[in-house]
């Protein structure tokens, strides 16, 4: 089967670190890094930084092509609004025309959106994130939004150029400001089916043995079915007779723990660190290394295998 494609081209400072970090997103299909917003056809990167010179020198009018990368993914895979909550908690927004110490309006942080409904998902992020921002204490966010005129892709050797230095130059830095849990809540509530919604906003449980994912073993990663944030490795999963995928470790920082005194027990909740929803419990009856159960309901996951090699 074909997975369908959607393309969003984003700015978000300095395109190596912008496009290792939209690429780590699990859904995402490809990224490729380019220029695109300027007034003048064909850029090359040397076009750019000659360019971004004059202008600030008043030699030469128009507009600058922004560093962007070009993200494709499968919608069935990922929510457009994950992909842009990625982006959004992945640079600065509040910073114009630059991106740490990278300092021209080639550094711009851009959405080029190539349908009405990527559109209406980035204005949607857009004021979502606005509000955790202002709370969070920062200014308001300058990301042009604006449908996608013209893209050129950049020369090879910017293509993946973190994958192949790793040591390699990146400027990229984030607020550490969420999207905030009363947008997923939303998104839930249009997005989710009747089950999985229960589970994720009401705390509820699927039977057990009815849930995704008992019998799966292929390597790969399962992540928030809203987010795609990562959440759990293959690697992690292990057979138990409960009834629910079990694991014996979470990846670092995916989720949170909460008491939970419901139904006359006391138990320690499992929630999805990026987006709150209740995924599960966690126990102390697992196996080596960690001793922990992570027990958690197939509903509110999504599982997405590793690439072929």
């Known amino acids: 089967m074909n997975a369908r494609k959607e393309t969003l081209v984003l700015g978000m400072g300095c395109f190596w670190g912008a496009q290792k970090r939209m ?63 990625w982006f959004w908690e992945n640079h600065d927004p509040t910073q114009r025309d630059r991106q740490g110490n990278d300092i021209g309006s080639n550094y711009r942080s851009a959405i080029y959106t190539t349908t009405p409904e990527q559109r209406d998902a980035a204005l949607a992020t857009r004021d979502a994130y606005q509000r955790a921002l202002s709370a969070a204490g920062y200014g308001e966010i300058v990301t042009e939004i604006a449908p996608l005129a013209s893209y050129t892709p950049a020369e ?70 809203l987010s795609n944030a990562p959440l759990f490795r293959s ?46 419990h966690v126990f102390d009856d697992g196996p080596p290394p960690t001793g922990l159960r992570y027990c958690i309901n197939g509903e509110v996951l999504r599982f997405i295998p590793d690439p072929h090699p």
């Open 23 to 85: 690429a780590a997103l699990p859904g995402v299909l490809d990224t490729e890094v380019g220029y695109a917003g300027g007034s003048f056809p064909h850029p090359t990167y040397d076009d750019v930084l000659d360019f971004e010179q004059r202008l600030r020198q008043g030699l030469v009018r128009g507009r600058n092509h922004a560093e962007v990368v070009k993200v494709v993914y499968d919608p069935e895979l990922v929510l457009p609004e994950a992909v842009l909550a």
């Open 156 to 225: 090879e050797y910017h293509q993946h150029y973190l994958l192949k230095n790793p040591n390699g130059y990146c400027g990229l830095g984030g607020t550490g400001v969420r999207m905030p849990h009363s947008f997923w809540r939303t998104l839930a509530e249009r997005h989710l089916p009747p089950l999985a919604r229960w589970i994720a906003c009401e705390q509820g449980t699927e039977r057990p043995f009815t849930g995704p994912y008992l019998d799966e073993r292929r390597p790969g990663v399962y992540v928030d079915r």
């Open 235 to 280: 690697e992690a999963k292990f057979d138990s007779p409960c009834g629910w995928p079990s694991f014996y470790e979470a990846i670092p920082g995916a989720v949170t723990l909460h008491e939970d005194r419901s139904h006359g027990m006391i138990r320690t909740e499992v929630r999805s660190a990026s987006t709150g929803i209740h995924l599960g």
